[in-house]
C-alpha cells in the first residue's frame, strides 16, 4: 500500500481556513485519496474523499495536485469542533484504509 | 438510520483468556473491517469481511479471527489474550467494499490484566 506523510501538528485559530497538507509520492493511478478524523474518544469519521479533481462537501474541500502526489484538505471556518487527528489516507478499488499518524489539530478560541 | 453498534464498550479480561466482540453495521452494509488502536503503534487494520467472505487480512497473529453472518453483523475472536492485546477495538462498515465511504463505531475498550 503507498505511503502518505502528514506533519504531526497543526495549530489554527477559530473561524479561519485552516489547511492539512499530505504527501503521496508513491500514488498508483487508481488510488482513490481519503481523509478521515478522529474526534477524542470517538472512532474515525469520514471527511472527504477523491481521485483526480478537486472535490467539496458540507464539511471540507479537497484540492488535489495536478500530479496527484500531494493533496490538501481545507476546512475554510475551523471551529473548536475541528479539533482532533486528521488522516490522509490512499485507498485503492479492493483495498483497505490504511492509516498513518495523522496530524493533530488544536483549534484556539 | 442507526449507526455501527459495537458490543460492549468496555471489556476487562486476565491474560490467556479469549474474548468476542460483535458489530452490528449499518442496515443495507455488507463490508464490515475491524481495526485495533494503541497509542504506540495508532489504527491498524486486522481484517475485512464482504458477504461473509473475508477479502483482506492485516498482519495480525492468528489468535486474531473474525467471521461475519449473513445479517452482515461481524464477530471478531481474540484467543489465549495477552497484555499488548489491550486496545480499542473499531469496527467499520460501508455499503460495499472497496473505495466507498466507511462509518466507524465508537469501538470496544478492551483492557487485559
Known amino acids: 500500500d503507498a505511503k502518505t506523510t502528514q506533519p504531526n501538528s497543526m495549530e489554527s485559530n477559530e473561524e479561519e481556513p485552516v489547511h492539512l497538507p499530505c504527501n503521496h509520492s508513491?500514488?498508483?493511478?487508481?488510488?482513490?485519496i481519503h481523509w478521515y478524523r478522529q474526534l477524542p474518544s470517538q472512532g474515525p469519521e469520514y471527511v472527504i474523499h477523491?481521485?483526480?479533481s478537486n472535490v467539496n462537501n458540507r464539511m471540507a474541500s479537497l484540492a488535489i495536485a495536478e500530479d496527484r502526489k500531494s493533496s490538501t484538505l481545507i476546512l475554510h471556518r475551523a471551529t473548536l469542533r475541528d479539533a482532533a487527528v486528521y488522516y490522509c489516507i490512499l485507498r485503492g478499488s479492493q483495498g483497505n484504509l490504511i492509516f498513518g499518524k495523522g496530524t493533530k489539530l488544536s483549534v484556539k478560541p | 438510520k442507526a449507526g455501527v453498534t459495537q458490543t460492549p464498550r468496555y471489556l476487562i479480561k486476565t491474560r490467556g483468556q479469549q474474548v468476542t466482540l460483535s458489530c452490528s453495521p449499518i442496515?443495507?452494509?455488507?463490508?464490515v473491517s475491524w481495526y485495533q488502536q494503541t497509542p504506540g503503534q495508532g489504527l491498524q487494520f486486522l481484517f475485512e469481511?464482504?458477504?461473509?467472505?473475508?477479502?483482506n487480512k492485516g498482519n495480525f497473529p492468528g489468535r486474531f479471527s473474525g467471521r461475519q453472518f449473513s445479517n452482515s453483523r461481524s464477530e471478531m475472536n481474540v484467543s489465549t489474550l495477552e497484555l499488548g492485546d489491550s486496545a480499542l477495538y473499531l469496527c467499520?462498515?460501508?455499503?460495499?467494499?472497496?473505495?466507498?465511504?466507511?462509518?466507524f463505531g465508537q469501538g470496544t475498550r478492551l483492557t487485559v490484566v
Open positions: 477523491g481521485l483526480t
Open positions: 442496515s443495507g452494509h455488507r463490508s
Open positions: 469481511y464482504f458477504s461473509e467472505t473475508q477479502r
Open positions: 467499520a462498515s460501508s455499503f460495499s467494499a472497496g473505495y466507498t465511504e466507511a462509518f
Open positions: 508513491t500514488i498508483s493511478g487508481t488510488d482513490y
